[in-house]
């Protein structure tokens, strides 16, 4: 079955530094793969899309990569703030239904000043 | 812009009660808005996709007649949870597409609705 994976354990880094997150998912071959923030008790944030004949992509502090042959994308965050602190959750789709997502559990960040 | 909201923010009934949540695309038209379920330490779980002017469509386990959805306008979708059960706890999540030609559709979460049932 379709599996999606995200550092289970929280990452906590100092405030400055570039914070990676890591989706790796088995048993798919998603056309486009999205980025979401969601804070506590609120619903997720689009932040990202990434196709899957992309190699990289950029929104000010943001970049994804996407490697369909590792079958993996990394979420990076430069010069990190506290207020990056969230959950991040990887979502992937395929060319045939790209609104029908599947979701990883994401991976808790704490960014300390 | 894509901006979605939902209420009530948090509801609390009794056991056997039915409760309706609100979606609202509020600067966008969403012919089509997605209804999930979130449990604690859990990912999100696609209940149904809700098209405007037409029937839902239900994900495989979630039952049609408990779930009511309705999407009677281009910015209004309704979920109605009826006959509530404390198994029925959990934070409800919508989300509409913002269809842009020549883009990849997007969804856009509202804030989501903390459902406790006594």
């Known amino acids: 079955s379709q599996k999606i994976e995200q550092n289970s354990e929280a990452l906590n880094i100092q405030e400055g530094k570039t914070a990676t997150l890591t989706c790796n998912y088995t048993?798919?071959?998603?056309?486009?793969l999205q980025w979401y923030r969601q804070d506590p008790g609120r619903g997720p944030v689009f932040l990202l899309l990434i196709r899957e004949n992309e190699k990289e992509k950029r929104k000010e502090r943001l970049k994804v990569t996407f490697d369909t042959t590792l079958k993996q994308s990394l979420f990076h965050i430069t010069a990190s703030q506290p207020a990056d602190s969230a959950t991040y959750l990887c979502a992937l789709s395929n060319a045939g239904n790209n609104r029908k997502l599947i979701w990883g559990l994401g991976t808790s960040l704490a960014v300390n000043p | 812009g894509a901006v979605v909201s939902q209420h009530p923010s948090w509801v609390i009934c009794k056991s056997g009660t039915s409760v309706k949540i609100e979606c609202r695309s509020l600067d966008f038209q969403a012919t089509t808005m997605f209804w999930y379920r979130q449990f604690p330490k859990q990912s999100l779980m696609l209940m149904a996709t809700s098209n405007e002017g037409s029937k839902a469509t239900y994900e495989q386990g979630v039952e049609k007649d408990k779930f009511l959805i309705n999407h009677a306008s281009l910015t209004l979708s309704t979920l109605t949870v009826t006959s509530a059960h404390p198994e029925d706890s959990s934070f409800y999540i919508c989300s509409a597409i913002w269809y842009r030609a020549g883009e990849t559709d997007t969804q856009y979460f509202g804030p989501g609705t903390r459902l406790t049932v006594l």
């Open positions: 048993n798919y071959s998603p056309a486009y």
